[in-house]
């Protein structure tokens, strides 16, 4: 009798395994199996992780905004994602990203292709039909004298053009003043530590031409305060008459 009941006590356990395991598995099913639980998804790749994250993390500091002869509402602005800075406009349904291209060592390769790494200094022309956009390459040594590029983007048609790269820059109420170098250059130094790089006034109308050149050059130490820092902004910051919006 002992047999009988411990035989039949052992087949219901049995029983009712197989039917947990069942149920078990046919919860599984119904969703995901649990090893592709903590799987990408197929249809997900490696690009489409950091693109969603580049999303989430991404800060949009909108600059300026004006309306357009067609009647269309624009506004331009940064995106600050991953530590660097891009130009884009944005419209009722849609934003555009605004390419500021520079090949600073003509070797094909954009410089800017990732972004800047500080944000955009800017200003409007009088009448309001470009927008200019300076940035900043942090550079070393003598690369100081092509630290700023200057670029002008037509509001209408977002076509970006750069103008200028300066060691300096200032917006005047006729265009641009730039501290620019290449009237007299030094041939005596052996290394770039060694050169010491002058500069000289350029005067540049809202289109982006030269229209004056004062040849007298000068050195680092008198371009300081010629153009000088704007407050707040650290003491290397050579852009006068512009805004910036960190955030």
Avoid at 100 to 120: C, K, L, M, S, V
Wanted: glycine share 6%; proline share 3%; charged share 30%.
């Amino acid at each position: 009798m002992k047999k009988l009941l411990y035989l039949i006590t052992t087949l219901l356990l049995l029983s009712c395994n197989n039917i947990n395991k069942f149920q078990g598995d046919k919860h599984l099913t119904d969703g995901q199996h649990a090893l592709d639980s903590t799987e990408i998804p197929e249809k997900a790749t490696l690009a489409d992780e950091k693109y969603m994250h580049e999303e989430k993390e991404r800060e949009i500091v909108v600059l300026w905004e004006t309306d357009l002869p067609e009647g269309k509402h624009r506004k331009f602005g940064q995106i600050h994602e991953e530590y660097t800075y891009k130009l884009i406009a944005i419209d009722k349904t849609s934003e555009v990203y605004i390419p500021t291209p520079y090949y600073r060592y003509d070797d094909g390769e954009d410089f800017y292709a990732d972004g800047i790494h500080e944000p955009f200094h800017y200003t409007m022309s009088p009448d309001s039909k470009y927008l200019y956009a300076v940035t900043a390459v942090q550079a070393n040594g003598s690369g100081w004298v092509t630290e700023y590029q200057l670029y002008k983007i037509n509001v209408s048609t977002l076509e970006c053009k750069m103008i200028t790269e300066c060691a300096a820059i200032e917006a005047t109420g006729t265009g641009f003043k730039i501290a620019k170098d290449g009237l007299d250059e030094d041939d005596t130094a052996s290394c770039t530590l060694e050169e010491k790089m002058m500069v000289h006034d350029e005067y540049l109308d809202w289109e982006g031409n030269t229209v004056k050149i004062d040849k007298n050059e000068y050195f680092h130490d008198v371009m300081v305060s010629k153009y000088p820092s704007p407050t707040g902004e650290g003491s290397w910051v050579r852009v006068v008459g512009f805004e910036r919006k960190d955030k």
